[in-house]
């Protein structure tokens, strides 16, 4: 078969319509956030509880992953963005690392059914290509199968650090001037943002970090520029509705500034 064919032969498709005032009838639309980046923490302590090994805790946050992103899409949420392997995380025990590679494999396929049948546009950012070839491949699988969706962003954040991703926009700005293509003085944020490893994400309104630690751990430095914070004590596997709707709550009240003065 024609790899291409069943690209280009697809319908458009088309997201159900979200239905915030249903899911969160006490927030105001216009209060939900566009962008949301999650830190997803606690998956060990959450099965080291139960008398577990760390990595069933891991396989239990898939049930949060699912959850949450759906409910987002019925929030009317834009873009849902989750930190689900850091360039850090490669210092983890080689079985945890291997496990949780396969994990996100199996994930980029069970859950393509979810993402055509809800339009998701499925994406991600980070050194994606130095992840294993077997994980990498069905990932890329995925986001081409719903590059056309008009949906949700739903983007993990895989082999992702802030600093990276600062770095190596600074290596394409540096590549790129030597190549006489770009003047030292063209470059802005602008310039900086459309050498990021997405330049179209939105910035990020509310980061939600789960487990209770009060971190950013190089999560999206330069989109978190201006976002709002949520923690809370539930861990990853625990996560559900009530929490993303009381972190939304939470949100809704909070006085956005973005550095001016309070709106009259
Ligand atoms: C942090 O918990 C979690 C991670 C490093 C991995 C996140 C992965 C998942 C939620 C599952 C896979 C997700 C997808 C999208 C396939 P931790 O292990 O640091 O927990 P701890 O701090 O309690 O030890």
């Given at each position: 078969m024609n790899e291409a064919g069943p690209a280009r032969n697809r319908v458009r498709r088309q997201p159900p319509t979200p239905t915030p005032e249903l899911s969160l009838p006490d927030v105001p639309v216009a209060k939900i956030p566009a962008s949301i980046g999650i830190i997803?923490?606690?998956?060990?302590?959450?099965?080291?509880?139960?008398?577990?090994?760390?990595?069933?805790?891991?396989t239990a946050g898939i049930d949060a992953v699912r959850e949450t992103s759906r409910e987002c899409a019925k929030l009317g949420v834009k873009e849902l963005t989750l930190y689900a392997f850091s360039v850090e995380n490669w210092k983890r025990p080689r079985p945890e690392v291997e496990y949780l590679m396969g994990l996100l494999r199996r994930f980029a396929v069970d859950e393509r059914e979810e993402i055509e049948k809800n339009a998701i546009r499925f994406t991600t950012i980070g050194r994606v290509d130095e992840l294993p070839r077997e994980t990498l491949v069905e990932l890329r699988e995925t986001e081409r199968l719903s590059a056309d969706h008009d949906g949700m962003v739903l983007r993990l954040a895989l082999n992702y650090g802030g600093r990276?991703?600062?770095?190596?926009?600074?290596?394409?700005?540096?590549?790129?001037?030597?190549?006489?293509t770009l003047r030292p003085d063209d470059i802005d944020e602008s310039a900086v943002q459309q050498r990021l490893y997405d330049p179209a994400m939105r910035d990020v309104d509310l980061v939600i970090r789960t487990a209770g630690e009060m971190r950013i751990s190089n999560f999206l430095l330069w989109q978190i520029s201006y976002a709002e914070i949520f923690v809370t004590d539930?861990?990853?596997p625990e996560f559900r509705k009530p929490h993303l709707h009381a972190a939304i709550r939470a949100f809704a009240t909070r006085e956005r500034r973005f550095g001016g003065l309070v709106s009259q």
């Open positions: 997803m923490d606690g998956n060990g302590r959450w099965a080291k509880r139960l008398g577990w090994e760390r990595i069933k805790g891991h990276s991703e600062f770095a190596d926009a600074a290596k394409r700005i540096a590549r790129e001037v030597a190549a006489g539930a861990l990853w």
